[in-house]
Structures are given as C-alpha cells and as structure tokens.
C-alpha cells in the first residue's frame, strides 16, 4: 500500500489506505503546559505535580519563563522512573 498517489482525493481512497495514512499521522504532542499538564503526565493531583516540580527531579524536563510553564512529557517520565 506505499504506492498511494499524494494528489489522491481522501473521498477516493479505501478505508485501508486512509488508516495507513492516518498511522502516519501524530497527534500527539510532545509537549504539555503548566501544573494541570504536569498533574496529567504523572497522573497525580496539581498540588502533588506542584511538589514534584519544586522537589528539582525533573528540572531537566521543565522549561519555565514566569508563570509559563512547558513539559516534555517523555524527558519527565523517564526522569520521574529513575528518581
């Protein structure tokens, strides 16, 4: 199925070429934002994210300018399992 011509109209393509398509496709962010994001990375409370953040374990995985606050989601698993 790798021959599938790029100027194809989605409505022509079979349901199996749109899924190999769409395989290709990632929807999913490399990053997450704030506390919340933290929280939802860790699956864990804000004020527990909060204390992980200040406790400096995953400083390498956080970026913060002021309020803002970025996360790279794999960075902070990897260094929340070896902690």
């Not at 194809?8 to 506390?35: A, D, M, Q, R």
């Not at 996360?71 to 990897?78: C, E, G, N, P, S």
Request: with cysteine; proline share 2%; net charge positive.
């Amino acid at each position: 199925m790798n021959n599938i011509d790029p100027n194809t109209p989605i409505w022509k393509l079979t349901v199996e070429e749109f899924l190999e398509v769409s395989k290709n496709l990632n929807t999913e962010s490399k990053y997450e934002y704030g506390l919340k994001g933290l929280a939802k990375i860790l699956g864990c409370s804000v004020s527990k994210a909060s204390g992980i953040k200040s406790s400096g374990i995953l400083n390498e995985a956080i970026i913060q300018r002021g309020n803002i606050i970025i996360i790279d989601k794999a960075l902070a698993i990897k260094l929340f399992a070896k902690k």
